[in-house]
């Protein structure tokens, strides 16, 4: 099958926006993305995919409406946080196939205000008080602090972490340094999670232009290859799995096959990389406990030592394995339909060696990594 | 690219079903065409799509969770009446190119009931009051009229002949014949447009599994092959385009290449047939103005024969060229998600000689079409 680079990529800010339309965050983004790649027209674009959740319909055709109509597929692709990721493989896969030549995967989102109730959960779930988010993500963190040890102090030096580097982040929602203090005395939520531990809710788009590798050159003098991107639905259920973020595990162990695993050891070993490989790693950091649970599923340590890795800092920049060094979820926000293109355009910065005061130094292989609702998830592995 | 075909379809009556789930009316179709795949298990399928509308997030997701969930991508596909359309070529294309050997496309739907304003239209044809389907497929009507001397009483006849096909089929919402005097003394919608031209928003699903052609003898004995399918959006524009039901025509003529002909042209050419060898056709007749003008845009006669067409008998059964042996839309019923693959199951059955006391007399080949909002469109020819 024939290579898939990026040619070319763009974002919005993610956060929210008053008085700005779902698609004007949208075109923006594209437009970027565009001229990113080499100021190319749009007519060059062959298919389009739009991944979103809460466009509503015809969200793709009426963002791309002000970009130009012309007369091309545009898919717009739903798969809950997962969304961007699909809209990358739909388009991706397209191209190996030799089926396009140049195709555009967009995301884009104005999420919901208010209390997010998800449509996905099971009955009993709702009746029992589970059908919200952060019950799930809290119930995965008290099993693991009960089986490993995984402390408080933890939890919440991912969020230091993450903040930290999102200082250096432009199109983040929270550019603000927090310490240790804050984090611990926030809001309890559910516990042992507190506000701040918890990604909000935003807005953003991002987009990545892929074309064949044979054609590269005339996009980008730094091509950044697609080098593995698989989206799954969890095995045995969505709202009953014990893999997605917001869902509930019902095994005795959390440390079944997870999605995310099957998924990663699936991109380990069509690309070649594995775990030690990666110079860094964005996945998803819904809440601070997430980041450590997905350590160990992506394979960046072994099963328990979450915990650990972020205590030794090895997770920092600066570290061996750098983790969520735009902010992550946690400070960037999460627009579910954005939220995994945005991580490949900051992966495909930091492999082009343009990503600032935040380059990892030297970085060659990226990972971005999304799971949610439903037991949506998706592994992408770009190499330069 | 290895031959694709359909393995089995399967098929929810369209109309309105009080009390029974979105889930539950796309449940009985997987089932009806994993049955109809040789009683395969669902764990054969390797990706699924689901086409829709208005099921909001996870539509597929929630659907096939009470199938079974086996660890497969699950994507979500909306462009709006082709939705299902989508469906099939996303899966279709993922086994064409050798990604997947059995892929799910299915398409299911709850229509909104009462007035259905679409998210599509710019702002200057809501304020002229134009942001209603019925008007543009009206203006559309009204300019045939005037350039080729098109009747109401051509109008009417189309529906006379759908609802007479619906008879013959138990999953049509409308299964009564209606005369001409019925028609033409409905209710005026939109002039020259009756209430009994139009078909209605309804509910329902309908499905094909698809797989390689070197494998299908587990699932069949009678594959169809999946010979073309091309979807796209109009060039120029959604709303603003002069093509796709809804649409408000801007061009000096209508005869410009609308979308339907660019994909009918591209279908015909790669399937080696042209319209001259299809032995049936269903195509979107959301009003029956619209039969009449996609006879002329896929080919089946010269721009402003269609009314000639429908007086002559062509389009009947036992006519040269049956179109909407089903019944149509008029008589079906457009539950959006579902409809263009409707049309698949139907043709299917013609083609593999179960479609019953409709059955068209040795029937090879079949084309199926859609057109929808933001000008989407899709094109479909399946062989035996």
Same mark, same amino acid.
């Given at each position: 099958m024939r290579e898939v680079v990026i040619a070319g990529v763009g974002i919005h800010k993610f956060g929210r926006f008053e008085g700005k339309s779902f698609e004007q965050i949208g075109q923006e983004a594209v437009r970027m993305a565009l001229k990113d790649?080499?100021? *190319?027209?749009?007519? #060059?674009?062959?298919i389009a995919f739009c991944g979103h959740m809460? +466009? +509503? *319909?015809g969200a793709g055709h009426r963002t791309l409406a002000g970009i130009g109509l012309t007369g091309i597929p545009i898919v717009n692709v739903e798969t809950a946080c997962a969304s961007g990721a699909t809209a990358l493989q739909q388009a991706s896969q397209g191209i190996a196939a030799g089926l396009y030549d140049v195709a555009l995967a967009f995301g884009v989102e104005k999420m919901p205000r208010g209390f997010m109730r998800m449509t996905s959960f099971p009955q009993w779930q709702v009746l029992s008080g589970l059908a919200v988010n952060p019950v799930g993500f809290a119930l995965r963190a008290t099993r693991h602090m009960a089986e490993y040890g995984t402390t408080e102090e933890q939890l919440a030096k991912v969020s230091v972490k993450n903040h930290k580097n999102a200082v250096l982040n432009p199109y983040a929602m929270y550019q603000k340094a927090l310490t240790m203090e804050e984090i611990l005395n926030s809001p309890m939520v559910c516990y042992p999670l507190r506000l701040l531990m918890f990604c909000a809710p935003c807005e953003g788009a991002a987009v990545a232009i892929l074309c064949g590798r044979d054609m590269a050159s005339k996009y980008t003098s730094k091509p950044v290859t697609v080098a593995a991107v698989y989206t799954s639905v969890a095995q045995y259920g969505t709202s009953e799995s014990n893999a997605g973020a917001g869902d509930i595990g019902h095994s005795t162990k959390i440390q079944n096959t997870e999605v995310t695993t099957v998924l990663a050891n699936q991109a380990y070993e069509i690309s070649g990389v +594995?775990?030690? #490989?990666? #110079?860094l790693v964005e996945l998803q950091d819904t809440d601070s406990f997430s980041e450590i649970r997905f350590y160990e599923e992506l394979g960046l340590c072994q099963p328990g030592e979450g915990g650990r890795l972020i205590d030794e800092g090895r997770t920092e920049v600066g570290g061996d394995i750098p983790v969520s060094v735009s902010g992550g979820l946690l400070s960037k926000g999460e627009p579910t339909g954005a939220s995994a293109l945005g991580q490949v355009v900051e992966v495909t910065w930091q492999l082009r060696g343009e990503a600032g005061p935040r380059q990892v130094s030297g970085a060659k292989v990226g990972l971005c990594h999304v799971t949610g609702a439903g037991g949506n998830a998706a592994v992408t592995i770009l190499k330069r």
């Open positions: 790649a080499n100021n *190319t027209y749009f007519k #060059d674009v062959q809460h +466009g +509503g *319909t +594995g775990p030690e #490989d990666l #110079d």
